[in-house]
């Protein structure tokens, strides 16, 4: 079994709905039917009895009054609650009609890493069959799109390379653009606790965060430096003959033409770009290069770059560079953000790949899912998420059916989202709260939560776990799955699955990698790590062990090109944006749960005290942020957190959105925005 059941009557055990670490715990609840709270799982392979603010908090907003329960239809400018029926007819009546009159393809479906494997897979066939498009996507391209692609390229595989496992049989962790001890608590605990047995640590980031203060070196370079930074680590490898040559022949192709790349990178000119002094990047080479099993571990500061798939790119070549793939405590680890980003991505909720990353060009693939779905299917693979913000903004996306996402808050330049949105014919929202999207919607259906329904998730490590139903869903509020059923059934395509279960059994005979993952088997044990590809296999924790996913590591040469907007006279200040540890994203749930919205009330900007001095700003005072794109008011936060040069801004505040000011600069191949790097002015309110 999973773990301890504690002993209160009704104890639910389930997957915690943050972040993608994947904690399980046990949801308490009374014969009133309300949950009273979490006891941590004690015997669970990941959280082995603990959790962090959030996971411990996780019941808090179930219940709390600003819940969805009816549907709501917009008359006269103003939502009004409505029933199901006239509210799904709408949905279905006017996507259809917008279909019809200027192609499938002017519609956008935004799926969600907040629900479950099975509600997914129910989205993106929704899209393709049922109103012939590959236009679905959602928040993973604002987060590991970029790893998606630059892994994909080099090995063959976007997911993370090794297991949480690993972090007790490795002797180094490089730990670049993760400030993981506040965003994965439970995989930077791990971390903190590997440093006890002699596991070292190398940090790369601008800020101070808690690890650089545990780390052997601690690189404080310039945002968007990286590729710079680790092509140098690179190149100072070969010119000590830290690499392993042994690997490089066996195992990967391409890598005169890398060792040609790298040839401009002195620690000179690395040290000219990223601020570094030449001897820190040689003394971090040594530290990395010299440790025999190295783990690199990355997430936003790396992905979210105009050149966010070269700078994964890099973090490969590296970790093949030095053989650091495939065995235990090595490899290269994207850390995925939300509960369920990597089961939306693996279920297909991308515009180019049905699950298991099969192509939707792929002629085969294609014949496949037609076949089992019984319709034809499109053949070009859809917008992503940001370019579709853009065409709706100018006109050629015309519908959109968001579920469980904010993109007013979450996607980059928010007067661009707004006009976007505003813009549509027709905006459906499903979603369990009242969002600055839902605000904007034609009609909203109320969803259930996580603690409401039965469901898989799949965290960072590539591990399928139950989700379970604990409490009832309230008022006239119905589970994603079901209402996605409705819509499917609407459109002609058979949709009369009982239960998830049922669904996941259609998922498994269409996806190679989740073949033998079925409910039965994930009733026992710690779920399973995909591969997975029959009923007796047992899964996999470490992929590319006897070769990559694709057969050869490529190793792929990436050229350095600075952030989009860097700082300049008018706007002298760096702007890097991300999160706090106790508000997840756009702030619906944490912000509506009593102990962590009392944790951090307020929008707040991390100012390095010395640009405080020359601004005279002191702590606490309201300052006023601006960019090009717009400007918000909020706290100075003094703290020499931050370097001179660099303010931080999370973007979980509606009051004070860091996503008013961002640049919506996209990576040309991933389409992830530049939302570490802007320019902006301060001055005092
Ligand atoms: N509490 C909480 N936890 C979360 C979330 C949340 O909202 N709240 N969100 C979840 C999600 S979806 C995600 S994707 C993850 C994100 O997890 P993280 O990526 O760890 O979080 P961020 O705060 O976005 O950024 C991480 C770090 O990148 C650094 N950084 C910025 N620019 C650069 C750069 O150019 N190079 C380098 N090397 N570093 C840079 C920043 O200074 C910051 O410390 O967190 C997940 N966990
Ligand atoms: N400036 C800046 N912007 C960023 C980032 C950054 O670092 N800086 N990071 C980006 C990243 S990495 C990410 S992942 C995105 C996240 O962007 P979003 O996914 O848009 O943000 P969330 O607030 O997590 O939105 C989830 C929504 O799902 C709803 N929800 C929760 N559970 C359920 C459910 O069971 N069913 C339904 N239907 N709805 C549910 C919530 O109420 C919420 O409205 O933000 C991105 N935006
Ligand atoms: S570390 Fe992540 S999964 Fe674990 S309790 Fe915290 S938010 Fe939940
Ligand atoms: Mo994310």
Redesign the pocket.
């Known amino acids: 079994m999973n773990g301890n059941k504690p002993s209160e009557m009704n104890a639910t055990l389930t997957t915690c ?1 943050y972040c993608g670490t994947g904690c399980n715990f046990y949801l308490l609840s009374g014969s009133d039917g309300r949950l009273s709270g979490v006891e941590p799982a004690a015997k669970h392979i990941v959280s082995k009895g603990r959790l962090c603010m959030k996971g411990w908090n996780a019941h808090a907003f179930v219940h709390h009054p600003d819940r969805l329960s009816t549907p709501q239809l917009k008359r006269d400018g103003a939502l009004q609650d409505c029933d199901w029926d006239t509210a799904l007819a709408t949905v279905h009546q006017r996507l259809q009609a917008i279909a019809d009159r200027h192609g499938p393809d002017s519609l956008m479906f935004f799926s ?4 479950s494997n099975e509600e997914n897979y129910l989205m993106m066939k929704l899209a393709r069959a049922g109103f012939s498009t590959n236009n679905v996507d959602h ?1 993973a391209r ?2 590991h799109s970029s790893t998606v692609v630059g892994l994909a390229e080099t090995l063959g595989s976007g997911a993370m390379t090794n297991t949480l496992d690993c972090f007790d049989h490795t002797d180094l962790v490089f730990v670049i653009g993760s400030n993981t001890t506040e965003q994965h608590p439970l995989i930077g605990g791990r971390i903190l606790q590997a440093l006890r047995h002699d596991t070292k640590l190398l940090v790369a980031d601008s800020r101070k965060i808690r690890l650089a203060q545990h780390a052997n070196i601690h690189l404080r370079h310039h945002n968007g430096s990286d590729v710079a930074l680790i092509n140098g680590m690179m190149r100072q490898i070969l010119v000590d003959g830290l690499e392993d040559r042994d690997f490089i022949a066996r195992r990967t192709e391409n890598f005169d033409a890398l060792r040609d790349s790298l040839e401009p990178f002195t620690p000179e000119y690395v040290a000219a770009i990223t601020g570094l002094e030449p001897q820190q990047i040689i003394d971090a080479t040594r530290l990395y290069a010299g440790a025999d099993n190295a783990m690199i571990v990355f997430a ?1 500061g790396i992905t ?1 770059h105009s050149h966010g798939v070269d700078n994964v790119r890099a973090l490969s070549n590296l970790a093949l560079m030095t053989g650091n793939l495939g065995r235990p405590g090595t490899g290269i680890n994207p850390l995925r ?2 509960n369920n ?1 990597q089961g939306a991505c693996d279920m297909g909720a991308l515009p180019n790949v049905y699950t298991g990353y099969q192509q939707v060009a792929d002629p085969q693939a294609r014949l496949k899912f037609s076949t089992a779905w019984g319709k034809e299917l499109p053949e070009t693979p859809g917008l992503m998420a940001t370019h579709a913000i853009e065409a709706a903004a100018a006109g050629s996306v015309r519908g959109m059916l968001i ?5 007013m808050l ?3 330049n928010q007067t661009l989202v707004r006009k976007a949105l505003e813009n549509l014919d027709f905006l459906a929202v ?4 009242p ?1 600055e999207t839902a605000q904007l919607a034609d009609v909203v259906l109320p ?4 603690a409401e329904r039965d469901g898989t998730y799949t965290s960072t490590e590539r591990r399928v776990q139950r989700g379970r139903q604990a409490v009832e869903t309230p008022g006239d509020a119905r589970a ?1 799955w079901r209402i996605l059923c409705d819509l499917l059934q609407r459109c002609g395509i058979k949709a009369n699955y009982e239960s998830p279960a049922q669904i996941m059994d259609e998922i498994t005979t269409l996806t190679p990698s989740y073949g033998g993952i079925s409910y039965q088997r994930l009733e026992g044990g710690h779920g399973l790590q995909w591969p997975c590809p029959d009923a007796d296999h047992p899964g996999t924790p470490i992929l590319h062990q006897e070769q990559c996913t694709r057969g050869k590591g490529r190793f792929s040469p990436t050229r350095y090109r600075p952030p989009k907007e860097l700082p300049d006279e008018k706007y002298p200040l760096l702007l890097n ?3 706090t540890a106790v508000h ?3 702030g ?2 944490t912000r509506r749960s009593h102990l962590l919205h009392r944790e951090e009330p307020h929008a707040f900007a991390e100012v390095n005290p010395q640009d405080a001095g020359q601004l005279q700003i002191c702590d606490r005072q309201l300052i006023r942020v601006s960019s090009r794109r717009g400007s918000i008011q909020l706290k100075a936060r003094l703290t020499e957190r931050v370097p001179a040069g660099q303010i931080f801004i999370p ?1 979980h505040f509606a009051e004070g959105a ?2 008013v000011l ?1 640049n919506n600069a996209l990576d040309p191949e991933s389409g992830i925005p530049e ?1 570490k790097v802007c320019a902006v002015r301060v001055e005092p309110c």
């Not at 579920?403 to 993109?407: D, S, T, W």
């Not at 499903?430 to 709260?433: G, L, R, V």
């Not at 969803?447 to 996580?450: D, G, L, N, R």
Request: glycine share 6%; charged share 15%; aromatic share 12%.
């Open positions: 709905p969600s890493a907040k629900v928040c604002l987060c936003m979210q953000g939300q980003v579920m469980g996402e904010n993109p979450s996607e980059p499903i979603d369990i709260f969002t969803a259930a939560c996580y994603d944006t991300g999160r997840w994203h756009t619906t749930m973007f860091a996503n961002t939302f």
